[in-house]
């Protein structure tokens, strides 16, 4: 079990209210750390499950090898109650997301402000988030683009399966200051999330956030704005935590080596056409007269 | 004519005349490896060894650190080194292998990352390849004496990350670089040190058991000499040779 700090907003492992103020589950962290790393998870995910999915993606960052395994004392996983305590009837609740999402990121960015890196020296802040957890994110940045944090400075983002719609980074989107808030933007995207091409466009129109939008975790549109696009192929929705892939982008966004497997290449195999038997014809044989 | 059998053959005639000369070269090597293994656990030549490489990397760093002025001490530097790595115990800090000294160094050099001021000596010692005004920059960031640090622009807030990011880097290269020194340098000398050994023997050996008038012998020593260092070179790999050809002739 790889990283260990946690913070959290959540009232209740399940379901609950917002928090007004972040609780550090694990002090001192993040408090007068150089570099702060802070996890997002998405929506339906309780305590328990968000923090399930945050281990197989700290293991697989420490499976890369020592310079990665290194970043793990930076990396902090934030609980939100994106969630009810429906059971399995708790995906349902997405279009009742966005409010939680909105206020996790107000009083968020409200405790962002108060972090200071080693005797009150500048911090690095680092994001990774999956799902609605990019809403989160994208709100968090809208806020501390109006009102920055004193000593904090957003060096890069992930944005993984991102459930934004396009429209709202896209040119004059509600989002777009935050959007272009960090230094350094990543997103990875997959054709094949089925919740994204499905679910999203009716939860979102449900939830009153637009008329079927396309969510940017969908192809990585729009594709001007971040400073980096990545398809994980194969991933659905809930495959990009413990896709190896995913720690591996995060290890090279923070500087860490990791090793690099080339390429394979292959000449694809080409047989030369099938031989075309020439029809025989048979002239009639005729007589010359005389 | 049957070329494999000639090849097949001629493996035999080598190993007939080398074989015996193989051997014994071989016992040398395994007298020689065990007599340094035995030296290294009885004495403790490593950390020896160790304490003198960062000691002369600390010494060379440090006039090359860009300290605009302040004098670095290599020897205050090296106590600091060992305060912040094994809280002071020296033996423990250079007993361990190097890639855990260099471990336990980049440890240290986070916390003298966070606070440079209060470690200026290792501070420009590890740095010492760095950007002179990003030190600067760093060294300076220290908090005022007394009241709140006054609030840092946009651009001096980046100004400062972007500099401790780059001394970071430098300092962990540095670290990567001391560590394949002295790990080359150990392993250097390790060799060395078994080529000596294994000629000593063998010379020991010939001096001892080849039965020679007082005048002969003497006229013998350049050749026992010559004898003696090809065997020293030989014997830490006459081994491998006797495996190789005995596999060979299977």
Request: aromatic share 8%; net charge negative.
């Amino acid at each position: 079990m790889a990283g260990w700090n946690e913070l959290s907003l959540r009232e209740d492992p399940v379901g609950g209210e917002v928090r007004e103020t972040v609780r550090e589950l694990t002090p001192p962290f993040p408090q007068g750390r150089r570099r702060v790393v802070l996890l997002i998870h998405g929506y339906n995910n309780t305590k328990d499950a968000a923090r399930a999915a945050y281990e197989t993606f700290t293991d697989d960052l420490a499976a890369l090898g020592p310079g990665a395994g290194a970043l793990l004392a930076d990396v902090g996983k934030l609980y939100w109650p994106g969630d009810v305590a429906l059971g399995p009837l708790s995906f349902l609740s997405y279009p009742t997301e966005l409010e939680p999402a909105k206020k996790t990121a107000e009083n968020l960015a409200t405790y962002l402000r108060t972090l200071a890196g080693p005797a009150g020296t500048p911090v690095e802040l680092y994001f990774v988030c999956h799902s609605l957890g990019n809403r989160v994110l994208l709100e968090l940045l809208d806020r501390l683009a109006e009102a920055p944090a004193p000593l904090g400075h957003v060096a890069a983002v992930v944005c993984m399966a991102a459930a934004v719609p396009v429209e709202l980074v896209d040119a004059g989107g509600a989002l777009l200051r935050g959007a272009r808030l960090p230094d350094k933007t990543l997103v990875l995207y997959s054709r094949d999330d089925t919740v994204l091409h499905w679910a999203f466009p009716l939860g979102e129109t449900a939830a009153g956030d637009g008329f079927l939008p396309t969510a940017v975790g969908r192809f990585g549109e729009p594709s001007g704005l971040w400073t980096e696009r990545d398809e994980l192929a194969g991933d659905d929705h809930g495959d990009y935590w413990g896709d190896p892939r995913a720690a591996i982008r995060l290890a090279r966004v923070l500087g860490a080596a990791v090793p690099q497997a080339l390429e394979a290449a292959a000449i694809a195999r080409r047989t030369l056409p099938r031989a075309t038997a020439i029809a025989s014809r048979e002239i009639p044989a005729r007589e010359l007269q005389s | 004519m049957d070329i494999p059998a000639a090849i097949l053959k001629m493996v035999d005639a080598i190993y007939a005349r080398a074989f015996g000369f193989a051997t014994a070269l071989a016992a040398v090597g395994v007298i020689s490896m065990a007599l340094i293994q035995t030296v290294k656990d009885v004495f403790p030549i490593r950390r020896w060894f160790q304490t003198y490489r960062v000691r002369d990397w600390l010494s060379a760093q440090a006039p090359k650190a860009p300290a605009g002025g302040h004098p670095v001490s290599a020897e205050a530097a090296e106590t600091d080194l060992v305060r912040l790595a094994t809280s002071g115990d020296r033996d423990a800090f250079y007993d361990l292998a190097i890639e855990q000294v260099t471990a336990q160094m980049n440890a240290a050099a986070q916390m003298v990352l966070d606070f440079p001021w209060l470690h200026p000596d290792l501070f420009y010692c590890l740095a010492a390849q760095g950007d002179a005004e990003d030190l600067r920059r760093l060294i300076e960031s220290r908090p005022p004496e007394r009241g709140p640090r006054p609030p840092l622009s946009d651009e001096d807030k980046k100004a400062l990350l972007d500099a401790r990011n780059r001394v970071t880097h430098q300092v962990q290269r540095s670290l990567d670089g001391l560590m394949i020194a002295v790990g080359f340098r150990w392993k250097f000398w390790l060799q060395i040190a078994s080529f000596v050994v294994s000629a000593l023997i063998v010379w020991t050996g010939l001096l001892l058991f080849v039965p020679e008038p007082i005048e002969v012998l003497a006229r013998h020593l350049p050749l026992y000499a010559a004898l003696a260092v090809l065997g020293g070179f030989l014997a830490p790999v006459a081994r491998d040779l006797v495996a190789a050809l005995q596999q060979i002739r299977k």
